[in-house]
């Protein structure tokens, strides 16, 4: 954690970028994606996987079959939806003992409305930027827009956040802030993070 927030880095793909960025960064949470349609989709196991930072496996409208073979291969604690999963879904695979991080797209205030209904369904939140797809879309939105979330969810707060947003995320408060989801503005390939880029964010981001 830095400063109290958690740290996830979503998309890794490669054995020798995983054992970098877990090495010489403060990561609490590494992303995987089963999504196909991703640039940044895991076809197969690397042959290195995170040891200290938990592991999550990202979907989109996955059959519960199908995520619970990728739980086992991969040694997943975490589920991250992005699709049109339902509380019931979500609350599905708590019982089996994961932990489920729910991502809602957002412009406006009005889109935060569906969290209401997965209040009692999921462990996080993750708020990213609307666009047509499902994420990894590099850009963000306006955060101010969050002030309007009271729901009881913590949050990860996700959507275009690069290297040189250290000090709008330090001015950024919430009380439900519970950390922050970082992808494509650290990655030098779909799937391939700059491991020293991070590593400089995130030493500053604790100053």
């Known amino acids: 954690m830095i400063n109290g927030k958690i740290i996830k880095v979503c998309g890794m793909s490669e054995a020798a970028n995983i054992e970098a960025v877990e090495r010489i960064a403060d ?63 979500c609350r599905a695979l708590r019982r089996e003992g994961l932990k489920v991080i729910k991502a809602f797209s957002i412009a406006t205030s009005y889109d935060l409305s569906p969290t209401q209904a997965y209040a009692s369904a999921c462990d996080l939140f993750l708020f990213d930027t609307k666009c047509d797809g499902h994420g990894g879309s590099g850009r963000s939105f306006d955060w101010d827009v969050l002030h309007a979330y009271a729901g009881p969810v913590p949050f990860l707060l996700s959507g275009g956040i690069g290297p040189h947003d250290t000090d709008a995320l330090k001015t950024f408060a919430h009380p439900r802030l519970a950390g922050y989801d970082l992808n494509s503005r650290f990655e030098t390939a779909p799937g391939v993070k700059d491991a020293a880029s991070l590593r400089a964010f995130l030493d500053e981001l604790k100053q």
């Open 27 to 89: 990561v609490d949470l590494m992303g995987f994606i089963f999504y196909p349609r991703s640039p940044r989709h895991v076809r197969g196991l690397p042959e290195y996987m995170p040891r200290r930072a938990r592991r999550v496996g990202v979907f989109v409208d996955e059959e519960l079959s199908a995520v619970r073979e990728w739980v086992a291969r991969f040694g997943l604690e975490y589920a991250q939806l992005h699709g049109d999963e339902s509380p019931e879904y």
